[in-house]
């Protein structure tokens, strides 16, 4: 099956385009990575992961092999013919784990560094399951909701634009991957581009 990765900040309307892709008769998984590690772990919300370092790289490590272990688990069925959506990529996990990182003032560590070069080289390995990405960013249109368990406005800016870098980097090593930017902000043209973006990848 082709996993195809819809990408971005949150409040940039990921979900919302999911679910309307869903009434076009295609197929969303809703499998939530992060959501899934919390409840493991027992989180209310994510400031958890500001304790410590050790507790940070301990949950983005078990978002990285929930995340591979699902996805890889749908690029495996049947028939390869099919299109599958997921929220999130490797390139999301990425961009949170460097905003804690830096949060955390890990950068001052060679230990840490070296941890997070190597993080950053298992999600580009991890991202070549997707058959093609879709990138949504933040748009003035699109209403911002706080939310206690989310990241901020100001932290979803930042993952957005390191989203941006891991995609632009994965690219560069695979000019032929695929991959989209939506436009737009009204939710149906949303959905054209989306489904436009889908032909290119069936005729592969």
């Known amino acids: 099956m082709k996993v195809i990765a819809v990408t971005g900040a949150q409040g940039s309307g990921k979900s919302t385009l999911l679910e ?3 009434t076009k ?3 969303v998984d809703d499998f939530k990575v992060s959501r899934a590690v919390q409840a493991k772990l027992g989180w209310d919300s994510l400031t958890e992961v500001l304790t410590s370092p050790g507790l940070m790289m301990k949950f983005q490590e078990m978002v990285l092999h929930e995340k591979f272990s699902h996805d890889k688990k749908l690029a495996a069925a049947s028939p390869d013919s099919e299109l599958v959506f997921v929220e999130r990529s490797f390139a999301d996990i990425y961009a949170y784990t460097e905003l804690w990182f830096d949060r ?3 950068r001052l560590s060679p230990q840490y560094v070296s941890w997070l070069n190597s993080y950053e080289t298992t999600c580009k390995l991890c991202q070549t399951i997707y058959s093609g990405v879709i990138m949504v960013p933040l748009m003035k249109e699109i209403k911002w909701e706080d939310d206690p368990k989310r990241a901020s406005k100001a932290d979803a800016e930042v993952c957005y634009g390191k989203m941006l ?4 980097d994965f ?3 695979d000019p032929q991957f695929p991959s989209y930017t939506i436009k737009q902000s009204a939710i149906t043209k949303r959905v054209t581009e989306t489904l436009n973006f889908l032909q290119t990848i069936k005729q592969d």
Do not use: A, I, N, P
Not at 165 to 168: A, E, I, M, T
């Open 20 to 22: 309307k892709l869903k």
């Open 25 to 27: 008769d295609l197929q």
């Open 104 to 106: 955390l003032g890990m």
């Open 165 to 168: 870098s891991f995609v632009s």
């Open 171 to 173: 690219t560069k090593v």
